[in-house]
């Protein structure tokens, strides 16, 4: 009788850790595997024994997170399941918010907004971007989160947006936060091909020659000393040194070089940080193969 008791409160031990949540495997899941449906699996199982509001909170962005990915790889013929699927991403994500505020649950809100609103169209984007941006901007201003993938999302939104008097696109600013993902990018868990790409079509699309870089970068430095905000400082964080402002990859400064001179060295750094990579994952490879393709067009 004993040794049955002991048997099942054994198994009951082991079936309250199964259950439990564990944020590390959940994003080896997507990150490293970027096996979505199972990390979805995985989280759908642990929401109910979530211990309080915060962990519920993070399974819910992460059940965000997997949603809207999943979503992005449904082709764009198919209005009706992608609307569906973002809608449901953006759902999550508010019920994460509205659980315990965290800047990933705004990230994700934000991310799946925006993905509602190029679904629908460029009207519909604009009307999307400034609600976006102020997601954005408390992530980044109110949790002082410095999230890559948040300025990532700044990138593109002043990338793509018209400027003024339409939206609030400005390409200088794009860039500024674009070069922020970048040095704030996790290069433990990802390759970050992506970021790669985006700053130097940026940059290509800019075209910059070496003196107008160093004068501009030398008046953003007083800009960027001067601003104290998180998303106004980094507008400036091209020129935060001046001219002679370095990139990680570069042995130059941005003021001895072209826009397109970089554009052409970030290209060649992300294609030799793809062939350290023992076993590339499959999206990383189709990155990379963008990446050459696109640096043999502009060399």
């Given at each position: ?15 309250t850790?199964?259950?439990a ?14 096996d ?83 679904v ?30 948040s ?13 003024a ?14 070069r ?66 370095k ?53």
């Amino acid at each position: 009788m004993k040794k049955t008791i002991a048997m099942l409160i054994a198994l009951l031990c082991a079936l309250t850790l199964s259950a439990a949540f564990d944020p590390a495997y959940s994003d080896s899941l997507f990150y490293l595997e970027q096996d979505y449906e199972s990390d979805l699996d995985y989280l759908d199982s642990t929401l109910a024994s979530a211990t309080d509001d915060e962990e519920r909170a993070a399974i819910l962005w992460r059940q965000a997170r997997d949603v809207l990915t999943i979503t992005d790889d449904v082709p764009e013929d198919e209005k009706d399941e992608r609307l569906a699927g973002y809608g449901e991403a953006q759902d999550l994500a508010q019920q994460s918010v509205d659980t315990y505020e965290t800047p990933n649950g705004y990230h994700w809100l934000s991310s799946a907004i925006g993905r509602i609103g190029q679904v629908n169209g460029p009207l519909n984007s604009l009307s999307k971007a400034k609600p976006m941006r102020e997601l954005i901007y408390k992530v980044q201003n109110d949790f002082n989160a410095d999230m890559s993938d948040s300025w990532y999302v700044l990138g593109l939104l002043y990338d793509q947006l018209p400027g003024a008097p339409l939206s609030f696109g400005n390409s200088n600013y794009a860039i500024s936060y674009m070069r922020r993902c970048v040095d704030t990018q996790d290069n433990v868990n990802r390759l970050n091909l992506t970021n790669y790409l985006e700053l130097a079509q940026q940059l290509y699309d800019r075209n910059w020659k070496a003196d107008k870089r160093a004068k501009e970068a030398d008046k953003m430095e007083d800009k960027y000393a001067s601003e104290t905000v998180p998303t106004e400082k980094m507008k400036y964080y091209e020129g935060r040194d001046g001219r002679d402002t370095k990139p990680f990859y570069s042995t130059v400064s941005i003021g001895q070089m072209s826009d397109r001179q970089e554009a052409a060295m970030i290209c060649q750094y992300a294609m030799a940080v793809y062939g350290l990579k023992a076993e590339p994952l499959a999206s990383d490879t189709q990155k990379y193969n963008e990446i050459v393709e696109w640096y043999n067009s502009i060399t």
